[in-house]
């Protein structure tokens, strides 16, 4: 079974930058999406971000629009996230997540029921 690892969370002062990076443990074929997901204590797991693996288009969580960049990363399967001008409502354990299969509908993609393979997590948490 091939999983996601997540790497690059930590503490962080309002007003600065993180970069998060997830790969794939081994090789995930088919992948639609690659996205982030966060989840804050005592509430959902949230949309972040998603890349369309076949032509780059980008989705975006309307308060991360503007802050945040999901990027490839510089291996296959992987991806990044670049988090600038981090607030505290920014705190929150950070999930990878990879789909596989079909193009999925762009309203599906903000769905975490959507995604076929996640990563454990890693936390990020901004003081103000």
């Known amino acids: 079974q091939v999983y996601l690892v997540e790497s690059g969370g930590g503490l962080a002062q309002a007003g600065d930058s993180l970069r998060l990076s997830c790969a794939a443990s081994?090789?995930?074929?088919?992948?639609?999406?690659m996205a982030w997901f966060r989840q804050a204590p005592g509430k959902e797991r949230d949309f972040v971000a998603a890349?369309?693996?076949?032509?780059?288009?980008?989705y975006y969580e309307t308060s991360v629009r503007g802050r945040f960049t999901i990027s490839r990363g510089g291996a296959a399967n992987s991806v990044d996230l670049q988090m600038n001008n981090l607030k505290p409502e920014d705190t929150a354990i950070y999930y990878c997540?990879?789909?596989?299969?079909?193009?999925?509908?762009?309203?599906?993609?903000?769905?975490?029921?959507?995604?076929?393979?996640w990563g454990s997590g890693t936390q990020v948490t901004v003081s103000s």
């Open positions: 890349l369309r693996a076949n032509g780059g288009n980008t």
């Open positions: 081994g090789r995930i074929d088919s992948v639609d999406l």
């Open positions: 997540a990879f789909r596989t299969g079909n193009r999925l509908i762009v309203s599906a993609i903000y769905s975490a029921g959507s995604y076929t393979h």
